[in-house]
């Protein structure tokens, strides 16, 4: 999955979930966005999982505070999934 | 040569295939997986067991076993287990298993479970557990070998719904009972093992529900992906409570209550009974059984010759009989006249009524001619019927009453009741040859759940409209300044239960009627003055001088829009829909042809 696929799909997802504008979402961490509280945060991860068919370690889930994090920890669990 | 490691990991990610290809890989000696020990193991059984056995080999291996299984004859266990010359002996077996559902070891607590009583239940069970005990018996008597046997899972869809809780005794609180006693027989029985199936079955359920992470990071228990379906199982319940509910089912006969037409493939021709396809609609058959013992009406529109459908109905393999069917139209005309004829004379609202058809454009008529009317999407596939009856909310139920057991019948004397009134000359002569009686009582422990239920039901003769739960009838029936009444009548064809409910508020000198309503069941003779000349002395002995009524306009109680003026009740002119009668003067009178009795003890 190349990068930028993996970016599209996840961006849309989190405007989605978090309801924001699709070009505010690529910079976005829970510090700089309003709506990005814990519950929210819990109901993203949740999100992520569902949609990529991931799970993510209650540390990971605890850390992965921006999209940029996300994204990358979406990348490795993925790359280690393929054969 | 591989390894356990390497069989581990084979299965690692399981699939059909995976399993498939690893039991293959062991049965032609690829694996090198050390001493395993050799068990021999016969399978009695009641069930295609056949699909489990590679899976079995590959686990059997990963745990130190080397399995060898011996499949018996299909339905035979019985047979098997008490012949001691049985091909099953033959095997030398280890260990057998026992391989038997609730439905071989105990039918009756599977079909019908509203329509027996507490006794026959508890009966059923023993008997179950007995015969079980003395099968183990037999055995010990003609083999060593451990014998496994299993407890029974609880059924998917308890006959009464979301009320299987509050019944006594619960169909699930029975498989419970039923698996102790299973469970004990390996005390009593040297060499007899079990295995807690139902405790597997439910355990895998728990298992995928809980994410630990997001419980112990959040204390959000459960799994993302039953969220909706846990929001979908608590708005049915808390729809319920909110009284949406429906009371009728209407039914299509050809492809939805059997399989093929029945005026092209004849009676005999059309599908039911044991095997596939037909298996699919008897086992929907039951399903509707269960809703209408617990009270739901089960109505036909079909379009068919009606002496083609009563050929289909002499089949004895018909689990639904003719007796079931509240309502029928058989005809060649829309089936929205047909519907609107059927809750007509049922005395329903068309928003009570549940449409289900295979057909898709008949659906698609109903939905626009009769918006009113539920029509579920209906699955194309007969086997997956149950569960899409199941689905629809409004026809759960969170309390099965007695009159809900009894309602068929109720709707049957109703029926003869009819038929009397034809041969009677005038309406009054009628009346009195009913020989009615009723008994007006304080709602108490025992009556409490039935008096919630009339005021969630009703909606045609229903003065006020307002709903009241459970606990709101047990508050106002203790309150100092409240008196809530039931009247149950009955007649020389039956006893109609407790069909109408009246709730006074007290003030100094004042009592005002905040509920008076009563099934239109019992409608056209006299009840409802029968209740209300009862509110009325009630009121009087109080010390109340007025008596205060009003008329909540609803979408379909009309009919009783003049109800207190009728019985001589004032009208308020600044508001027409609230009325007041002056006791002083006398209050209503009872109709003669009603005789007043004795509130008896009842039982919930």
């Known amino acids: ?83 | 040569m591989n390894t356990r490691a390497e069989l581990a990991a084979a299965v690692a990610i399981p699939s059909v295939a995976a399993y498939l290809d690893a039991a293959r890989a062991l049965r032609d000696g690829r694996y090198d997986l050390g001493p395993l020990r050799p068990l021999r193991l016969a399978i009695a059984r009641a069930f295609t067991v056949e699909l489990l056995l590679p899976y079995l080999s590959v686990e059997c291996a990963l745990a130190g076993v080397r399995v060898e299984a011996h499949v018996g004859q299909f339905g035979t266990y019985r047979q098997e287990i008490l012949d001691p010359a049985s091909s099953l002996f033959a095997s030398e077996p280890d260990v057998v298993l026992l391989a038997i559902g609730a439905q071989d070891l105990v039918p009756t607590l599977v079909s019908d479970f509203l329509l027996r009583s507490p006794d026959e239940v508890a009966a059923a069970r023993d008997d179950a557990i007995a015969d079980l005990r003395s099968l183990a018996e037999a055995f010990r008597a003609s083999s060593s070998a451990t014998l496994l046997i299993h407890t029974v899972p609880p059924p998917t869809f308890p006959a009464a719904g979301a009320a299987d809780r509050r019944l006594r005794p619960g169909q699930r609180e029975t498989f419970e009972l039923l698996n102790q006693g299973i469970a004990r027989i390996a005390d009593q029985v040297p060499g007899v093992e079990v295995f807690d199936l139902a405790a597997h079955i439910a355990g895998a359920g728990q298992l995928c529900w809980e994410d630990p992470r997001f419980d112990l990071l959040a204390r959000a228990p459960f799994a993302a992906k039953h969220l909706p379906g846990l929001a979908r199982a608590y708005a049915r319940v808390l729809a319920l409570i909110a009284g949406v509910r429906r009371k009728c089912v209407v039914v299509d006969l050809d492809n939805t209550l059997w399989g093929g037409v029945v005026g092209e493939d004849g009676c005999e021709g059309i599908e039911l009974g044991a095997d596939y396809p037909g298996a699919a609609f008897s086992a929907f058959q039951r399903a509707l059984l269960d809703l209408r013992q617990r009270g739901v009406l089960i109505a036909i529109a079909s379009k068919n010759e009606d002496a083609d459908v009563q050929r289909a109905f002499d089949r004895a393999d018909m689990l639904l009989k003719r007796e079931h069917v509240a309502s029928w139209r058989v005809d060649w005309r829309d089936k929205a006249t047909s519907v609107a004829e059927i809750a007509a004379e049922l005395g329903l609202g068309l928003d009570a009524i549940v449409f289900i058809d295979d057909d898709p454009t008949e659906r698609a008529l109903m939905s626009r001619m009769l918006p009113e009317v539920l029509v579920p999407d209906w699955p194309r596939e007969p086997a997956d019927f149950v569960q899409a009856l199941h689905a629809i909310p409004s026809l759960d139920t969170l309390r099965v009453t007695g009159e809900d057991r009894e309602r068929a019948e109720l709707y049957r004397t109703e029926v003869r009741r009819e038929e009397h009134r034809r041969h009677s000359a005038s309406i009054e002569d009628f009346l009195r040859s009913l020989e009615l009686r009723a008994a007006v009582a304080r709602v108490g422990p025992a009556t409490v759940a039935r008096a919630a239920q009339l005021t969630q039901r009703t909606n045609q003769f229903n003065l006020t409209l307002r709903r009241y739960s459970e606990s709101e009838i047990a508050a106002l029936a203790s309150s100092p300044d409240h008196e809530v009444f039931v009247l149950s009548l009955r007649d020389r064809f039956g006893d109609a239960g407790r069909v109408a409910l009246g709730i006074v508020a007290y003030t100094e000198k004042a009592a005002r009627i905040e509920a008076l309503l009563m099934s239109c069941r019992v409608l056209g003779r006299g009840v409802e003055s029968f209740l209300l000349a009862h509110l009325a002395a009630a009121a009087w002995s109080r010390g109340a001088t007025v008596l205060e009524g009003s008329y909540m306009p609803g979408p379909r109680n009309a009919q009783v829009s003049d109800f207190y003026g009728r019985h001589g009740f004032v009208s308020d002119a600044s508001s027409p829909h609230r009325w007041s009668l002056d006791l002083r003067e006398g209050g209503p009178e009872a109709p003669s042809w009603i005789t007043a009795e004795e509130p008896s003890e009842v039982i919930a």
């Open chain 1, 1 to 83: 999955m190349s990068m930028n696929a993996l970016n599209g799909r996840l961006t849309g997802l989190v405007a989605r979930v978090l309801d924001l504008p699709a070009a505010q979402v690529e910079d976005a961490s829970a510090d700089s966005t309003p709506g990005w509280d814990s519950l929210a945060h819990l109901r993203l991860l949740m999100a992520v999982e569902e949609e990529y068919g991931v799970s993510f370690s209650p540390d990971e889930i605890a850390d992965l505070d921006s999209v940029r994090r996300i994204g990358n920890a979406v990348e490795r669990l993925l790359d280690e999934k393929a054969p």
